[in-house]
């Protein structure tokens, strides 16, 4: 770690993350028994502070309304990649929440809107908080899904979805990777003649946007995050 730092190609706040991976992967050797004891002791001392490499960028890391309408309504983007940036950017949901959502898991006949239970993340039970939430469908999100069952998904997979089918699988019918997602982001943005950004910001413009617009922050909060 002190290699990384002297280095300089990675940014604190990654240096700080590769260590929190180490930090699990020692402590759960520890729980399997697998070893005795674990290296991670390492302090902000040692690690530097946790902050961003350009302290002007998480400022800029959001989509404009106009960025994110044309993510989710261009010809040019393929109608699958279109659902998922809805998911996230419409729905606020993370990645991987969006790769794991099911059929089931939408729920049409609820109002004044459908909804979304939010409860997994990829293929494992369970989200990033551990705390499974609702989320209402916006009428454009609705509007985007409903066509997306009717006719995307079957052009895409060759066959009507049934209820356990994940609404948003890869090619081969399978959960999305993050790192596959980042890299169409990425081919995308350019298509599209747009800076580079995260497909994580995506969520963060969600939230920021439902603010702007007048949104309360105790509802959105429970939206995005789950109740307390």
Same mark, same amino acid.
């Given at each position: ?50 902050? /961003?490499?350009?302290?002007?960028? $998480?400022? &800029? =890391?959001?989509?404009? +309304? ?8 261009? #010809? ?88 356990? /089918?994940?609404?948003?699988?890869? $090619?081969? &019918? =399978?959960?999305?990777? +993050? ?8 081919? #995308? ?40």
């Amino acid at each position: 770690f002190k290699e990384l730092r002297t280095e300089g190609k990675l940014a604190p706040r990654t240096i700080h993350h590769v260590y929190g991976t180490l930090r699990t992967l020692f402590r759960d050797a520890r729980v399997e028994e697998l070893v005795d004891t674990s290296p991670c002791v390492l302090t902000k001392a040692q690690l530097g502070k946790n902050e /961003d490499k350009d302290p002007e960028w $998480r400022a &800029g =890391a959001l989509f404009t +309304r106009e960025e994110l309408e044309a993510l989710i309504s261009r #010809d040019d983007i393929p109608w699958d990649r279109r659902v998922l940036y809805a998911l996230q950017g419409v729905a606020g949901l993370r990645h991987g929440e969006a790769a794991g959502l099911r059929w089931r898991h939408l729920d049409v006949k609820a109002r004044p809107l459908g909804r979304l239970l939010v409860a997994h993340s990829y293929d494992k039970a369970g989200t990033k908080t551990q705390r499974s939430r609702v989320v209402p469908a916006h009428v454009t999100l609705a509007a985007m899904l409903a066509e997306w069952k009717l006719r995307g998904w079957v052009e895409l997979m060759g066959r009507v979805p049934e209820a356990d /089918d994940l609404i948003v699988p890869s $090619r081969e &019918g =399978a959960i999305r990777s +993050r790192h596959h997602s980042r890299n169409k982001l990425i081919d #995308d943005l350019a298509r599209l003649s747009l800076r580079h950004r995260r497909g994580h910001d995506l969520r963060r413009t969600f939230i920021t946007l439902a603010r702007v617009d007048g949104a309360r922050k105790d509802i959105l909060e429970a939206v995005t995050h789950g109740p307390r």
